[in-house]
């Protein structure tokens, strides 16, 4: 691999718990793109709430489970990924 062609990632681990409920989830980081890649579960029921809880261009996709939609975010700091990770 090139030079050029390298990456340094940074990988943190947020740690999300709601009554008896708990998750691991990575927000990583790439040099020379902005932001952070974060993949937060939500439960279908409260999905259209969360919504309206993200900013401009934070929302990537979101994938459809059984009991709750993870929402693939790009997040501006890991202050907001704790922030969305309490909604």
Do not use: Q
């Not at 691999?1 to 990988?11: G, L, N, T, V, Y």
């Not at 927000?27 to 579960?41: D, L």
Request: glycine share 4%; aromatic share 10%.
């Amino acid at each position: 691999m090139a030079e050029k062609d390298r990456f340094i990632h940074s990988f943190y681990m947020l740690l999300i718990m709601k009554e008896s409920r708990w998750t691991v989830r990575p927000a990583i980081s790439k040099e020379k793109v902005k932001g952070y890649g974060f993949e937060v579960p939500v439960d279908t029921v409260l999905s259209e709430v969360f919504l309206k809880h993200l900013r401009k261009g934070e929302l990537e996709e979101i994938h459809d489970h059984a009991e709750n939609k993870h929402f693939h975010l790009t997040m501006d700091s890991l202050k907001r990924c704790v922030e969305l990770a309490g909604e």
